[in-house]
């Protein structure tokens, strides 16, 4: 297996050149295949990273007189696989003797990368390549990505200089600001739609059985062709335009209730999709004189208890009745009022072995909560580095916990709430505070 980079160059890397991407050494000629695993991040920001390996498929394509065998992966779908969690096909059918170039911009873990090595040569063909490596010690919540550009990595490799379409695609790979404006604003926005249609939020839509990683190796082959009219653009081009119609409606409907601070009016669910939120957030987060926005929505219960029967539940384990008791009870009465948040937080719970009574105590704190009949209010954009929570602890504005996802903070091991939301009410005293 061949992982050894190119020797140093005596006076050190180039100018732009990034010395911390491993460069590789390969005749194009015995590449049969090209391995593309992208970062993490939004896709339409990896424009030049696509034009890239565009261009050496191409590049391979020339010299072999034949075009190499093509895999696009998401890092976390590898990372994910070399730590055992789920199973990618394509390892496990790796062709004998068959030389495959490991193109990524991406950091893997020792441990990582030694298992995606071993799988190549388990089967008998050679990976060529490697990523920047970090010891597997390195906390994830302490590891720096570095994700630099492949242009520095992919064009020492090409030796086909007469070959136009191949030159324009290293030189957009190389500044994808030089690209006609339309068609990047058409690439960008495909590919916008193609990460909104096939991220995590997409699970609360109906499912087109969409591959993100299918879309993206058409996308490589059609730019290694040429075209300026990639598939992409005629399956989700159209939809983002759509989507972007309706969000600038939404956006200009949005009152500024103070200098510098908007107020948006929850829409309907079927008027506002996925795709229409990716394109109202980048409407109002370039927008300069909206400084903060905020969204009003109904306000809700935080579970199916009313407040009179989590203080009911309350008395009794107050007064001595059994918290086993009482828990199954409790888990009755929400999973027939169809309350399948809380039933998973009671499991959760169950599984890490709490004891009943610390189980029951936040269900029926939650239970207490009672809604405000004018709404709730969601901050959703703030200067950077503004930390909204804190200004709200300052002058004792209650949080809405149940309004929020929450996500543990790796670097601090502390979870936090990736919104912030509080009751209408509130609202006179958070825009004193913001208005100063």
């Known amino acids: 297996m061949d992982l050894t980079p190119s020797a140093p160059r005596p006076n050190g890397p180039s100018e732009g050149e990034n010395p911390s991407l491993p460069s590789l050494r390969a005749d194009l000629r015995n590449v049969t295949s090209v391995l593309f695993v992208l970062d993490r991040?939004?896709?339409?920001?990896?424009?030049?990273?696509?034009?890239?390996?565009?261009?050496?498929?191409?590049?391979?394509?020339?010299?072999?007189?034949?075009?190499?065998?093509?895999?696009?992966?998401?890092?976390?779908?590898?990372?994910?696989?070399?730590?055992?969690?789920?199973?990618?096909?394509?390892?496990?059918?790796?062709?004998?003797?068959?030389?495959?170039?490991?193109?990524?911009?991406?950091?893997?873990?020792?441990?990582?990368?030694?298992?995606?090595?071993?799988?190549?040569?388990?089967?008998?063909?050679?990976?060529?390549?490697?990523?920047?490596?970090?010891?597997?010690?390195?906390?994830l919540g302490k590891r720096q990505d570095l994700q630099p550009p492949l242009f520095s990595l992919i064009e020492p490799l090409i030796t086909s200089p007469g070959d136009n379409i191949l030159q324009e695609l290293?030189?957009?790979?190389?500044?994808?600001?030089?690209?006609?404006?339309?068609?990047?604003?058409?690439?960008?926005?495909?590919?916008?739609?193609?990460?909104?249609?096939t991220g995590l939020l997409a699970i609360r839509e109906p499912s087109r059985s969409v591959d993100a990683n299918e879309v993206l190796h058409g996308l490589i082959v059609d730019l290694a062709s040429g075209s300026r009219h990639p598939t992409i653009f005629s399956t989700f081009g159209t939809e983002y335009i759509e989507a972007l119609l309706v969000a600038e409606s939404i956006w200009s409907d949005a009152r500024e209730v103070s200098p510098g601070i908007f107020q948006l009016e929850s829409t309907p669910s079927h008027e506002r999709d996925t795709l229409v939120q990716t394109c109202l957030r980048k409407l109002y987060q370039t927008d300069p004189q909206a400084r903060y926005v905020m969204e009003r929505a109904d306000d809700s219960a935080a579970n199916a208890l009313t407040p009179e029967e989590a203080d009911s539940f309350s008395q009794r384990l107050k007064f001595g009745e059994s918290p086993n008791d009482v828990l199954e009870e409790l888990k009755q009465l929400l999973a027939d009022r169809g309350d399948t948040a809380a039933g998973v937080r009671i499991a959760l719970g169950e599984d890490r072995g709490r004891d009943s009574t610390s189980i029951i105590k936040p269900i029926l704190q939650d239970g207490r909560y009672i809604p405000d009949p004018d709404g709730c209010l969601t901050v959703i954009k703030s200067p950077d580095g503004f930390d909204v929570e804190s200004l709200l602890e300052q002058i004792g504005v209650p949080m809405i916990d149940h309004r929020t996802f929450w996500l543990n903070d790796l670097q601090t091991g502390r979870a936090k709430r990736m919104t912030v939301s509080f009751k209408a009410q509130h609202l006179p005293a958070v825009l004193q505070v913001l208005a100063e």
């Open 170 to 197: 290293l030189a957009y790979a190389d500044c994808p600001d030089t690209l006609d404006p339309s068609f990047r604003a058409k690439l960008s926005q495909s590919l916008a739609t193609l990460q909104t249609r």
């Open 41 to 139: 991040g939004h896709y339409a920001d990896k424009i030049s990273n696509l034009f890239a390996v565009a261009a050496l498929y191409r590049a391979i394509s020339l010299e072999r007189r034949g075009e190499p065998e093509l895999r696009v992966l998401g890092e976390v779908q590898v990372s994910n696989w070399a730590k055992g969690f789920g199973t990618i096909d394509f390892f496990n059918q790796l062709r004998a003797g068959g030389t495959t170039l490991f193109v990524t911009s991406i950091s893997m873990y020792r441990r990582e990368f030694a298992q995606l090595a071993g799988t190549y040569q388990m089967s008998d063909a050679v990976l060529i390549g490697r990523p920047h490596l970090v010891p597997d010690s390195l906390p």
